[in-house]
C-alpha cells in the first residue's frame, strides 16, 4: 500500500488556475498508477484524470487541453495542473492510486489521500 497527501487546493477566480500536488509514501511509487477523482457535495467521485504507470494518461472530457497530470517518480509525487477553472468544478479533489489501472480510472483504488478543496468564484 502506498499513503498518499494531497496540497493546493484553494479558492480561485473563473479563469484562474491551481496546481495540485499529490506526495506518496510507504510503497514504490512507481509501480503505481495514479489519478484524480473530485466529489461534489451529494455527488460520486468521478475520475478528472489518471496517469499510468508507463506514462499514458486519460482525462474526463470536460477537462481535456486545460487540465495536465503529470508524475515525477524521483520525487514520489503527482500533480494536477488546472488552468482556465469553471465554478462548477467546485469540489474535493482526491489523489488515488492502485497496481491496477483500472482500479484508478473505476474510482476503486486501494489508497487515497484526504482530499483538497478546490473552490472556483464566478
Known amino acids: 500500500q502506498v499513503q498518499l497527501l494531497e496540497s493546493g487546493g484553494g479558492l480561485v477566480q473563473a479563469g484562474g488556475s491551481l496546481r495540485l500536488s499529490c506526495t506518496a509514501s510507504?510503497?514504490?511509487?512507481?509501480?503505481?498508477?495514479m489519478g484524480w477523482l473530485s466529489q461534489a457535495p451529494g455527488k460520486e467521485r468521478e475520475l478528472v484524470a489518471a496517469?499510468?504507470?508507463?506514462?499514458?494518461?486519460k482525462y474526463d472530457d470536460s477537462v481535456k487541453g486545460r487540465f495536465t497530470i503529470s508524475r515525477d517518480n524521483s520525487a514520489n509525487t503527482v500533480h494536477l495542473q488546472m488552468n482556465n477553472l469553471k465554478p462548477s468544478e467546485t469540489a474535493v479533489y482526491y489523489c488515488a492510486g492502485d497496481r491496477c489501472l483500472l482500479a484508478v480510472v473505476s474510482g476503486t483504488g486501494e489508497s487515497w489521500g484526504q482530499g483538497t478543496q478546490v473552490t472556483v468564484c464566478p
Open positions: 510507504g510503497d514504490d511509487f512507481s509501480l503505481y498508477n
Open positions: 496517469i499510468a504507470v508507463g506514462g499514458s494518461t
